[in-house]
């Protein structure tokens, strides 16, 4: 079965911004088992309206319970779709942060942009690979030293390479590897 069959209507009408309110609720659950209003807003940086608003759709999209001044809880779906949310961030989280090297607070951010629009299976193999630095750090601790000191011969070999692969010009490979420098 293919992802788009598998998810649920729900899921394909996620735009980013209801996911990252799934993903505040899931967190505010997960640590108190009920979501409040006042820390969703707090947590998204917008106001206590916004967020009525947002709970509102959620609610007509059967992820969450919601009544006005009450906790808010996720149905089984919301918590099927909100797990789901969290575990990308989180693997993006952890790519941006210890191999890109990003510090903690760009790597959230950067995760929280690019996690939603990847495919399921991207996500997964990019899980493995984040599995697999982990066990490995060692040999990535270092990784952005070591290009500093191999980037002449690293570019020289890009651009080589992007000639031959891309049938560009040996010009236009070099002015494409300059970016990279």
């Known amino acids: 079965m293919s992802s ?25 659950e997960q640590e108190g088992g009920s979501a ?9 940086g917008v106001s206590r309206a916004t967020v009525t608003s947002t709970l509102k759709a959620l609610r007509g999209m059967g992820l969450i319970e919601y009544e006005a ?14 797990r789901d949310l969290m575990h990308r ?3 993006f ?4 942060q210890h191999v890109l090297q990003f510090d903690e607070a760009q790597a959230d951010a950067i995760a929280g942009e690019v996690g939603s629009s990847m495919p399921r299976h991207v996500v997964r193999r990019a899980g493995r690979f984040v599995l697999y630095m982990q066990k490995n750090k060692a040999a990535w601790a ?16 890009f651009g080589t390479e992007l000639s031959t692969r891309a049938g560009l010009s040996s010009d236009e490979a070099d002015e494409l590897a ?4």
């Not at 300059?178 to 420098?181: A, G, N, P, Q, T």
């Open 4 to 28: 788009a069959a598998s998810e649920s209507f729900a899921e394909r009408s996620l735009t980013p911004s209801l996911e990252n309110y799934l993903k505040i609720i899931f967190r505010e």
């Open 36 to 44: 409040h209003a006042s820390a969703i807003a707090d947590a998204a």
């Open 69 to 82: 001044y009450s906790p808010i809880k996720l149905t089984e779906e919301g918590r099927r779709i909100g």
């Open 89 to 91: 961030h989180i693997i």
């Open 93 to 96: 989280r952890e790519f941006f």
């Open 142 to 157: 270092n990784w952005q030293d070591e290009y500093e000191r191999e980037r002449e011969a690293l570019l020289k070999d």
């Open 178 to 181: 300059k970016k990279y420098r």
